[in-house]
Nanobody
Framework: VQLQASGGGLVQAGESLRLSCTFS????????IGWFRQAAGKKREGVSC????????RYADSVKGRFTISRDSAKNTVYLQMNSLRPEDSAIYYC?????????WGQGTQVTVSS
């Protein structure tokens, strides 16, 4: 099983980035997939999550209205569209998948937003 995150980079405040998380080996039977982030010196926090069964999405208050999570089932990929980025969004972003009570993490992708 594998999760591969990509799409991070260095942008200026107000710009956009789209992160991708491509997964393999899980089949179609997983409960949820989402994004977390960890800024330097801070705890890892949830950013957005997509629950597969009910097909619902959740967002951290700090990103509501700016970030959008979506899924392309044909490509086994989940995206995080990040608009109106702020310096406080700078962090390493990780994708996470939950399946049958287990949690799987991808490697992180760095997002840096300059003011």
């Amino acid at each position: 099983v594998q999760l591969q995150a990509s799409g991070g980079g260095l942008v200026q405040a107000g710009e956009s980035l789209r992160l991708s998380c491509t997964f393999s080996g899980f089949g179609l039977d997983f409960a949820a997939i989402g994004w977390f982030r960890q800024a330097a010196g801070k705890k890892r926090e949830g950013v957005s999550c997509l629950s597969v069964g009910p097909n619902t999405t959740r967002y951290a208050d700090s990103v509501k209205g700016r970030f959008t999570i979506s899924r392309d089932s044909a490509k086994n990929t989940v995206y995080l569209q990040m608009n109106s980025l702020r310096p406080e969004d700078s962090a390493i972003y990780y994708c996470q998948l939950q399946q049958r009570g287990s949690v799987y993490w991808g490697q992180g992708t760095q997002v840096t937003v300059s003011s």
